[in-house]
């Protein structure tokens, strides 16, 4: 029997071996040189990862697998974790070598609900070959425009009501670049007495226990979806040991929802005071500014605030304010796959306990609020806590920012009573249903607040008030359905939409929305078998996302069974 001859190799050659020959992609010269140059000026630190990439990803259409060594070399950190965050992020690219890189323009084409009802399908069926090879067209979940639907983005460049002859010149003429709209700037903002009431704050004016009293006693709850109470929140964070940070959301994903974005467009200095007044009354040491990437003008026009608030501060000593772009992650809106994001990982959830209030970004105790909670602070502290508590309806106290789209005449954000019905709201803020069109449904709470008919549009809208339906609020995105349309067809764009943005972390929101999908495709549903699946995503997921991604389906089953039937 013979044997296999094992060649000897001395040690000292395997060592030089090795060295020669290290593990890993190595380093081209040419495109380390290239990342030099792309990052020059940002500081080479792990948590400014997807800065980095974005840097890249901006000036070359994608990421080729050589720019993420080179990068990896640049920040000291392991190939396998730049890459595993690149890959991440829908706006980013990886592209190996010898793989071909993508069209020099991209156009996205929102394919959420409300851009489906308005037209998107024909827009992603045509464009293509109007535009011709040169022009990659891609479909894009929720762009954050639902109001201007259909919405066509050419590389940062918004088409509002898109159409083929507009978005077609926008491309041939390179019009690529976001457009800032006009808005109240720091120089307007401070002609009409901004930041007196910070500076009130810092000089002893205002007592930050009575500043806290009034949030609680306006009963405002966080408006980016959870409704947790703000005032409770502030003293949390307040009683824990510093340094603290605070961490801000304007991610705003949900389909059906731009209240933020339009808010922070045309008043961005009233959100800012807000921020840094709440900031003062916690004891904050630093703010990060999570801007979701959609939002290219927002994020021009926020460098360029946030400069002059920082060239002419108006107190003494403001806490650090870091802006941080996102990079198309709707998990990312979860407070904490947020901060993950922001310390430049993946944005996957974490386990809870412990709590962001306690352990939250950098490990530090952080106060976490979506971008309109703030926006309401300065006004709050002014006219004080009653004010905001004496308006509502229906038994409800507050106002809501609803984000109204789909088949009204006036979509938009409309500011309204806590607790006005959806068939009051309609009629009193959007000017009725679209001529030819009757209320049949809506989404009272983005993609993942669930369906109910119009048999129910005499329910308050407001925290607490839909969940007996198997509904909630959430960050109050309005979606309106007429009788040309179907629930079971909104169901059915709403959980492509869940099983794309699944971070995958956990198995019963990576299988279930994607098993989910697959069933709810089906001319006929396997209702038992949804129903298992629908009890196991509730229960097992870690976060949200998969716990509220059933609620569109049940939804259907429970208030829709006769387009089951046909």
């Known amino acids: 029997m013979s044997h296999p001859v094992i060649p000897i190799v001395a040690e000292g050659a395997s060592r030089q071996r090795k060295r020669e020959a290290p593990k890993g992609r190595r380093v081209d010269p040419d495109s380390l040189a290239d990342v030099q140059t792309l990052t020059a000026g940002l500081p080479r630190r792990r948590d400014l990862l997807i800065e980095h990439l974005h840097r890249i990803n901006d000036a070359l259409g994608c990421l080729p697998t050589t720019h993420l060594a080179a990068l990896a070399a640049e920040l000291r950190m392991a190939q396998t974790e730049v890459y595993e965050v690149a890959s991440f992020y ?3 690219e990886v592209v190996r070598e010898g793989q071909a890189r993508p069209a020099a323009l991209t156009v996205r084409v929102c394919a959420s609900l409300s851009c489906e009802l308005a037209g998107a399908a024909e827009l992603l069926e045509k464009l293509p070959a109007i535009l011709g090879a040169d022009v990659r067209v891609l479909a894009a979940p929720c762009v954050g425009r639902c109001e201007q639907a259909p919405v066509a983005v050419v590389g940062q460049n918004a088409i509002p009501h898109a159409d083929c002859a507009k978005t077609a010149a926008a491309a041939q003429q390179g019009l690529t670049a976001p457009v800032l709209e006009d808005y109240i700037d720091h120089e307007r903002y401070l002609a009409h007495g901004g930041y007196r009431l910070l500076q009130e704050c810092h000089a002893g004016g205002r007592d930050a226990e009575a500043v806290i009293g009034a949030m609680e006693d306006s009963g405002l709850r966080g408006l980016g979806g959870a409704g947790f109470p703000a005032g409770r929140k502030w003293r949390i964070v307040r009683a824990e040991t510093g340094p603290k940070l605070m961490a801000v959301n304007i991610d705003e994903g949900e389909p059906g929802t731009f209240k933020d974005r339009t808010y922070l467009e045309r008043d961005p200095h009233r959100f800012l005071e807000g921020m840094l007044i709440a900031a003062w009354a916690v004891g904050i040491d630093d703010i990060y500014l999570y801007l979701r990437d959609e939002y290219h003008a927002c994020r021009v026009m926020l460098e360029r605030e946030l400069a002059k608030l920082l060239a002419d501060p108006p107190v003494a ?21 947020m901060i993950e994001s922001i310390e430049g990982k993946r944005g996957m959830p974490r386990l809870r306990p412990p709590y962001v209030a306690q352990v939250g970004l950098f490990g530090r105790p952080t106060l976490e609020h ?26 409800r106290k507050g106002l809501r920012s609803f984000s109204v789209s789909g088949r009204v005449k006036k979509p938009g954000v409309h500011l309204a009573p806590a607790g006005i019905t959806v068939a009051e709201l309609i009629e009193e803020y959007c000017g009725g249903m679209q001529d030819g069109h009757q209320f049949y449904a809506y989404l009272p709470g983005g993609a993942s607040g669930g369906i109910l008919p119009a048999s129910l549009g005499d329910v308050p809208l407001d925290f607490d008030t839909l969940q007996p339906h198997g509904c909630f609020i ?37 299988a279930g929305t994607a098993k989910a999908l697959q069933l709810i495709s089906q001319p006929r549903w396997d209702v038992e078998l949804l129903g298992e699946l629908s009890a196991v995503m509730r229960d097992a997921s870690i976060c949200g996302l998969g716990q509220a991604a059933p609620n569109p389906v049940d939804s259907v089953i429970r208030h829709f069974p006769h387009e089951l039937e046909g």
């Open 317 to 337: 000593k403001l806490p650090g304010i870091h802006l941080r772009r996102g990079a198309g992650a709707y998990i990312c809106g979860e407070e904490s796959a």
């Open 90 to 92: 829908h706006h980013f």
């Open 370 to 395: 979506n971008f309109e909670t703030l926006y309401w602070v300065r006004q709050i502290a002014e006219q004080g806590g009653a004010w905001f508590a004496a308006h509502g309806r229906h038994g």
């Open 474 to 510: 959430g960050s109050a995105a309005v979606i309106v359905l007429s009788d040309q349309d179907r629930a079971i067809d909104a169901a059915r764009n709403m959980m492509a939409f869940f099983k794309d943005e699944s971070c995958g972390q956990c198995t019963p929101c990576r």
